[in-house]
């Protein structure tokens, strides 16, 4: 078991558009893009052909193109298009890229990495959030220069480490509004690894 066998919060609802968006989970890359059906995708944010980084590229017909040299991938991360061959060659079955297991919740978008181990969270509709008969509060998202285990164990500890060593100095603060008032994201980085929780 580890930290990645667990669904994660990729970003909030209202942030994922049109363009693609580059996140980082437990130092993979990867990104996220709505489909032809508005419903939202997450594949490794590389591209198969010359390792570009496919969120750098735009969206086509519910697929995700490269901006390198154009191949386009659907959301299970098979190439469907390689501009450059002819109609009547086939894209080769090695042509694709990781997909990961993403659903939508609450105004928020979630992404496995790995097969999770627990089921998906369930909250009920009306935590929905962005309602207005709803009181929001702000959570901070946290970038710690520390590895995400020990950011989870200081942030449940009462005796603040990060003041203590230090590091409190070089963390950088961004307060997103969140609907709960003992939510939080919380992003670490550090030995390469950065995650985001709620709950």
């Known amino acids: 078991m580890s930290l990645q066998d667990y669904w994660y919060i990729a970003c ?8 693609p968006l580059s996140r980082t989970l437990f130092d993979r890359h990867i990104v996220l893009y709505r489909d032809e059906a508005g419903k939202p995708a997450a594949l490794l944010d590389r591209c198969a052909h010359r390792n570009m980084a496919l969120s750098l590229g735009k969206v086509v017909d519910g697929c995700l193109e490269c ?18 061959l002819h109609p009547s060659e086939a894209i080769p079955k090695r042509a694709r890229t990781i997909a990961y297991s993403v659903r939508e919740m609450a105004d928020l978008v979630w992404v496995a990495l790995e097969e999770p181990i627990a089921p998906f969270p369930s909250y009920p509709e009306e935590w929905a959030y962005g309602r207005p008969d709803m009181r929001s509060t702000l959570a901070c998202v946290y970038d710690w220069p520390v590895d995400a285990g020990r950011a989870v164990e200081d942030e449940v500890s009462g005796q603040r480490p990060a003041q203590r060593h230090g590091l ?15 939510s ?9 690894s950065e995650v985001r929780l709620w709950g």
């Open 12 to 19: 909030e609802s209202r942030e994922l558009k049109t363009k």
């Open 67 to 84: 901006p390198y040299h154009g191949w386009q991938y659907n959301r299970e991360g098979r190439c469907v298009r390689i501009p450059s």
């Open 168 to 182: 409190a100095a070089r963390i950088r603060h961004h307060c997103v509004p969140v609907e709960a008032q003992d």
């Open 184 to 192: 939080l994201f919380l992003r670490g980085r550090g030995v390469g």
